[in-house]
């Protein structure tokens, strides 16, 4: 018989303080200066959060709402929480007041704590929010900002607080996080992470075909850690014994390239932040000195982003797929042989498609009548999956989220080839349906934004009274440059039928988004309509 070793997120941080205790953790303050620290430090700090958070009344099963940036004190916060056996419910700032509000009430977030500069997001909602007892604000005395608000600081609470108790003990499948879904339709929904699905997904991610993140790696999650469960990278790093940067709040191009240049090797974020900072690079004849690897997921990756890291600079991507639901890595474009044996341009082909899953993870696609569908790299169904860190129930849902034979549908389209590659060809929501044949709306965005002057590109359906729907390219365009609209056609017509074809391609403005920096193609089909707007003849 072997131990009964409990799978709980804390003991990932006593491995990076005990075997990897002085790798260097640098991070960005939200006030100003960098901060230099270590795995060992940021162990004792997350100790005394836990015990602090314990005399302040915090019991298990508690949750704590964590509204903050990617820096060195989030960090002790991420394993704080856990360790007191609470919850940490992830906050992403830039949702609407009214989903904020709903995400707590719905939670029953006990405490906040919060980064300096997001307080006044609470002043403005704290009377809607009857259950919170306490608003910690995480920095020191010296900083700690005016406000109406009864409030706690940070670094005055975890003073003095024993950086040696053990961490809460309990059953591995006891809760551990709690991230909503952004939700373009109806409430958000709360996925609830478990310590046991969380180690087991950050025991996936880091395997050699995802991350492979090792203690040679030195990691900077530019996606913020509430981002779907901060892409597990927070635990990814400290598992492997990984040096990390935290870029703070600052995701300007400039910034960015100013915290990569730390030293950093692997890096992940969703593709807008990486178009920007390629255009940074070019601008100012830049070079990425240490970067080696780059994860791209939330939305598809253009394959100039894919064509530009590794040619121009030498940095591998790796294109990712993934949601809140499943913690959040479904599959990552690495080469199995079978592929590395391609010539450079067939595997930057092989690149468009997100890649395959770990261990952890199943999946197949079926049909509307939940038929399974061939992995032929043809045929699209509705993407569904299963696995040991995928939501079962919503939190508080009647009902689970997985049909009768436990598969979840993951509400994308797909189509998988022989080699078990998936390609991701659009939301089921937002499919383009023209004659009843589908028309992949990602792959004509990503044709699109190949011209130098397509900023961002959106493409959605359109009724029509005899194909039922044809697509509309709307496009932004990159700042002082008019794209020529036949040009793009030209692009799009190397890749697609003649009836696939765009009926219209405009300029806008702007494009609406998600929380998570989504294009809202529900909002844009509604502004569309709101504008009367009607197909050229
Ligand atoms: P979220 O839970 O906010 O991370 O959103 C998850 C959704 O983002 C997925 O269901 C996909 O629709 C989309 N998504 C994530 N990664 C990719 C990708 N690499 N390509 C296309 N869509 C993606």
């Known amino acids: 018989m072997m131990q009964n070793f409990p ?20 991070g960005r303050s939200i006030e100003g200066p960098i901060v230099n620290s270590t795995w060992a430090a940021v162990h004792r700090e997350a100790k005394q959060v836990a015990a602090a958070l314990k005399s302040l009344g915090i019991k298990k099963g508690d949750v704590i709402g964590v ?15 856990p360790g007191a056996g609470a919850v940490n419910h992830t906050l992403n700032p830039r949702l609407f007041a009214d989903q904020l509000v709903y995400i707590i009430n719905h939670a029953e977030d006990r405490f906040i704590m919060v980064d300096l500069d997001l307080l006044p997001i609470f002043e403005a909602i704290i009377d809607k929010l009857p259950n919170i007892e306490k608003i910690i604000v995480l920095t020191d005395s010296a900083h700690m900002p005016e406000t109406k608000l009864d409030v706690i600081c940070y670094g005055d609470l975890i003073e003095g607080q024993p950086d040696n108790e053990p961490w809460v003990s309990g059953d591995e499948n006891e809760p551990c ?15 609830v992470y478990t310590h046991r699905s969380n180690v087991l997904h950050a025991l996936a991610a880091a395997a050699p075909d995802m991350v492979n993140m090792s203690s040679n790696d ?26 990390m940067v935290l870029p703070g709040r600052d995701m300007s191009a400039p910034g960015l390239y100013e915290m990569l240049e730390m030293g950093v090797t692997f890096t992940a974020a969703v593709p807008t932040i990486w178009l920007g900072l390629l255009q940074h690079l070019e601008a100012g004849k830049l070079s990425l000195s240490t970067l080696k690897r780059v994860l791209i997921g939330g939305a598809s990756c253009p394959r ?18 993934g949601m809140t639901e499943m913690s959040p890595l479904g599959t990552i474009c690495s080469f199995k042989p079978e592929v590395n044996a391609l010539p450079d341009d067939e595997r930057l082909t092989v690149q468009e498609t997100v890649g395959h899953p770990p261990y952890t993870v199943d999946m197949k ?11 032929d790299g043809v045929t699209q169904g509705r993407l569904l999956t299963k696995g040991a860190a995928v939501v079962q129930r919503y939190l508080k849902a009647k009902e689970d989220a997985v049909n009768k034979d436990g598969w979840f549908d993951t509400g994308d389209v797909a189509i998988i080839d022989a080699n078990g590659y998936v390609r991701i060809t659009d939301r089921s929501k937002d499919v383009i349906k023209s004659g009843g044949e589908w028309i992949s709306s990602i792959e004509m965005e990503n044709c699109a934004v190949a011209h130098p002057d397509v900023a961002e590109a959106a493409a959605v359906a359109v009724p029509h009274p005899k194909w039922d729907e044809r697509p509309v390219l709307a496009i932004v365009p990159v700042e002082g440059t008019s794209p020529n609209t036949d040009e793009i056609m030209s692009l799009l017509e190397k890749r697609f039928a003649k009836w696939q074809l765009p009926d219209d ?15 809202s193609k529900l909002e844009l089909r509604q502004r569309l309509k709101d504008q009367g707007y009607t197909l050229p003849k």
């Open 67 to 81: 509204m903050a940036w990617n820096t060195v004190r989030h960090l002790s916060v991420w394993y704080g929480i």
């Open 218 to 243: 030195c990691v900077m999650p530019v996606v913020p850690l509430f981002h779907a469960n901060g892409w597990s990278i927070a635990y990814n790093a400290p598992m492997a014994g990984a040096s």
């Open 505 to 519: 391609i405009f300029m806008v403005d702007d494009l609406p988004h998600t929380a998570t920096g989504k294009i």
């Open 177 to 191: 996080g709690i991230c909503y879904t952004s939700g373009t339709t109806g409430d958000p929904k709360g996925v």
């Open 7 to 26: 799978l709980r997120v804390g003991g990932i941080l006593d491995h990076a303080a005990r075997y990897h205790p002085n790798r260097p953790i640098i």
């Open 365 to 375: 696609i079926v049909n509307d009548m939940g038929e399974d569908l061939p992995w």
């Open 304 to 321: 100039a982003v894919v064509e530009t890291f590794q040619k121009v600079y030498g940095v591998q991507v790796l294109h990712a797929w």
